[in-house]
């Protein structure tokens, strides 16, 4: 049996890490295998030698991120585990420093992972970003967050964020209302995230002034795009042909940012995504960058990590039953 001390030099500190009814703690102890224990101003680790080091590791990791003004829950404690056990916790301190932005309820919006953080660093440093990952992972939020802290600081004068409606055909027709209500649907989780940074009134407000647009990605055609923040969010679902007239609608002094989940495609299977096709072409040209997120960078609910890596595992296994692998095709 090892044990270790760590100091603590304020009480708020104890409080953030321990978690309601002591659950961060309990969720540590639970997955390494040891003992917290609060004696006057200094926590005790005891337990194994190796599993007390990756324990202190962790509680100092997780401090670091308190003292940042981080709120400690589940997430962080996890996320922090991850990187610990793959010696990775050097890589914490570039988390929580930056604020993107603040939304309308004063809240401030950070990277929460190393993933996420290169991510944003990605979109200031470059004009065209793609971001690709699984659900969860942020890409669309951090975008819009980095496109209203571009409006405000006066770097762009519009924010144009955009989506595929992928059933523009016929099933689109059915829904009620004009042109725009039947759309709307499509963007909604662009608006919902515009509507926290800003608010539903100063929102209005830059929609009435043409400083914000919100619309399908068939009304980008024609058009050139200059001083505008541009977002393409669901990209996995362009065809080709639209992924080229959206990128060629970039003009001067833009930013592009276009986000998508290559696994979750619902274009027709004989139609190539945009997205998967960009990805290939655009590797290794200039002022663009790919980042790909992945399911240790999901900030949603615990499960949706493991669902993730469920379906993952899943998809492995089936491609290597199909027959270029030599098996069954499932």
């Known amino acids: 049996m090892t044990e270790q001390l760590i100091s603590l030099e304020r009480v708020e500190e104890i409080a953030n890490l ?28 005891a337990g194994e030698a190796e599993n007390v080091m990756l324990g202190v590791k962790a509680i100092e990791a997780l401090l670091e991120l308190s003292g940042k003004g981080e709120q400690i829950n589940e997430q962080n404690v996890r996320y922090v585990l991850q990187l610990v056990r793959s010696g990775s916790e050097a890589k914490l301190s570039e988390l929580a420093k930056d604020v993107i932005c603040v939304t309308a309820n004063g809240k401030p919006i950070k990277a929460k992972t190393v993933g996420q953080k290169a991510y944003v660093d990605a979109i200031k440093k470059n004009v065209v970003t793609l971001g690709v990952g699984p659900a969860g992972t942020g890409k669309t939020y951090l975008a819009v967050a980095q496109a209203v802290a571009a409006f405000r600081a006066k770097e762009v004068n519009r924010i144009i964020l955009t989506r595929p409606a992928v059933e523009a055909g016929e099933r689109l027709g059915f829904l009620p209302g004009d042109l725009q209500s039947k759309v709307d649907p499509y963007l909604r989780p662009l608006y919902d995230a515009l509507f926290e940074m800003l ?98 960078d999901v900030v949603r609910h615990v499960l949706v990590q493991r669902i993730i890596a469920a379906y993952e595992r899943d998809e492995s296994r089936r491609e290597k039953k199909s027959p270029e692998h030599g098996g069954r095709k499932a």
């Not at 919100?214 to 009304?219: H, I, S, W």
């Not at 065809?239 to 495609?265: A, C, N, P, W």
């Open 18 to 45: 321990f978690g309601s009814f002591d659950e961060n703690i309990r969720l540590l102890e639970q997955e390494l295998g040891v003992q917290v224990t609060n004696r006057d101003g200094a926590l005790k680790v």
């Open 199 to 296: 608010g539903p009134e100063t929102y209005q407000k830059y929609v009435e002034r043409g400083n914000i647009e919100v619309a399908p990605l068939a009304y980008m055609r024609g058009r050139t795009l200059d001083n505008s923040f541009i977002i393409l969010d669901e990209a996995q679902n362009t065809s080709r042909e639209q992924m080229k007239m959206f990128l060629t609608r970039l003009g001067f002094g833009s930013k592009i940012v276009i986000t998508g989940d290559i696994t979750q495609i619902d274009l027709p299977r004989d139609t190539a995504s945009g997205l998967k096709e960009a990805m290939r072409v655009l590797k290794g040209v200039e002022d663009i960058s790919i980042c790909r997120l992945t399911a240790q």
